[in-house]
């Protein structure tokens, strides 16, 4: 997700520093009742400076974190990332000088932005980051679980193909998630010396999933043999699944991967689909839980050094046979997948809490 190649699909620059970010006003402004300072009187200003915002994923994050905000009454500035490090520099000066509490990173280059976000916690901005790792201990990090996540859906992979297969394998390197994901992909591979990785391909630019389909297109005319492909982004697996059926073999291969949202439902559902599981948090939940976090930490509480938000699998045979057309059908039908109880407190609830 960087430039060290970033996790999705991008947009071109805006114009304009200050356009790029929007401001989400917030209920209860007099403060919450039982709160610690500064919550019980109300008027905290925080921000969410974003490495990327488009695409499903990052958009129902930053909508998740705005929900949240509104529910305790914090006065939230969302900084839209364009895949731009010293724009993200820039914008966490900015807020710097907007006398924020609390500043959320989400993703972005730690080698751009580690001494600008020193300088933010020098200032005395609470800092917590969401996939990025700036090697500042006192920064609690926000996460899925991605050894998890990759554990979940190769375990499916193993169980519908077995032990032996040729497959192929989508990856871009740079990316904190998609590294780790890769972790337990080189693990798989050496527990399974029949899987035999026929090739590896991937891209990150404006337009992901069509630049990864003619890739996958070219991929499979020269390696026909591959049955298994591991694409773990929903972009990439989008782009595959388009691909495959450029090729002709939609039929003949299954494709595995990580995060979910309703496009992807579709995706995944459409009639002759290879996209046949995903492992994935709520991103929306996600974003609860990275402001929540933030609070805590405002209010001079703990919420841990890394806080995991827990993922689900979720399979084509699933959807299929609960009739799930959307996330919010996943809400209602997969238990847990709604909610967190991650960086909670006796005063500090979730916006349905």
Known sequence: ?????????LLPLAGLLFAASMHVSSAQA???????????KGGVKVALIDYLSQGDYFE???AGVARQAKAIGVDLRIFQGKQDAAQQRDQVEQAINLGV?????????????????????????KVVTKDIDLGIPSIPQISQDDHDIARQVLDQALKDNGTSFDAGYVFVAGFRPLELRG????????ANSGIVEKAQWGAVDSTTAATVASQTAAVLRAHPEIKVVFAPYDEFAR???????EAGIGDKIKVYSADISTSDIQDIREAGSPWVATSATNPSVVGEVSLRALALLIAGQDPGKVVDVKP???????LNKNDIKSIQDLDLKLPGFGHSDQATAAWLQGPTQ
């Open 60 to 62: 129902a994050y930053e």
């Open 1 to 9: 997700m960087h430039s060290r190649p970033t996790y999705l699909r």
């Open 312 to 318: 689900f699998l979720i399979t084509q045979e699933q």
């Open 183 to 190: 972790e337990v992909w080189a693990d798989v591979k050496k």
């Open 30 to 40: 007099d403060g919450i009742a039982g709160a610690p300072p500064p919550f019980d």
């Open 101 to 125: 509490q609390g500043i959320i990173i989400s993703h972005g280059q730690p080698e751009s932005l580690k001494d600008v976000v020193q300088k933010a916690i020098d200032a005395g901005v």
């Open 239 to 245: 782009g595959v699944k388009l691909g495959a059926i």
